[in-house]
């Protein structure tokens, strides 16, 4: 095993598929010794790009050197992990928000137990392993609370009856 760093870049397949500025991204990844590429492909209980577009950025990367794979932010970020919260699409209306300890909703993160986004969140994980990813990286805030020394984590009910 070598001492060498393994570097890692993530991108939404589109802006890798971007012909304005693929080719200079593509360079500079290579330049910084970037070797494997994670896909942005759902966040927030949405999609963010089609099968197609999908398929079509894992196939460029991989047909210059990069080893490909998936990314995804299933139960949500506190605060929002895309563009720092502006322009998040937040979780689905059928989704059940997160409950802090003070009975308030926390913008862009589900309750972990919540049936709906398990569910949408097993069935992207094995459309990703049918598009032939072999990992799948949860980039998930799970403590999904703020720092400090109160209680983190879901708050609703049935969290706290299983607490």
């Known amino acids: 095993m070598s001492n060498a760093l393994h570097f890692h870049y993530d991108f939404i397949p589109s802006e890798i598929l971007d012909p304005a500025t693929r080719e200079q991204r593509i360079a500079q990844m290579k330049s910084a010794g970037v070797e494997t590429v994670w896909l942005d492909t759902y966040a927030y209980g949405n999609v963010l790009a089609s099968r197609k577009e999908t398929l079509a950025a894992k196939s460029l990367l991989e047909s ?3 080893c490909v794979q998936a990314l995804t932010v299933p139960v949500g970020h506190g605060g929002g992990a895309l563009n720092g919260g502006a322009g998040d699409p937040g979780i689905p209306a059928h989704w059940q ?3 802090n300890a003070r009975g308030q909703v926390v913008p862009f993160t589900s309750c972990v137990r919540c049936e709906s986004m398990i569910k949408e969140s097993r069935d992207v994980a094995e459309e990703l392993a049918d598009m032939g990813f072999t990992q799948l990286f949860y980039d998930d805030d ?3 609370g703020p720092w400090g020394q109160a209680l ?3 708050c609703c009910p049935a969290c706290m009856q299983a607490f």
């Open 64 to 66: 210059h050197g990069f």
């Open 97 to 99: 928000g997160r409950i």
């Open 142 to 144: 799970l403590r999904v």
């Open 152 to 154: 983190q984590g879901c």
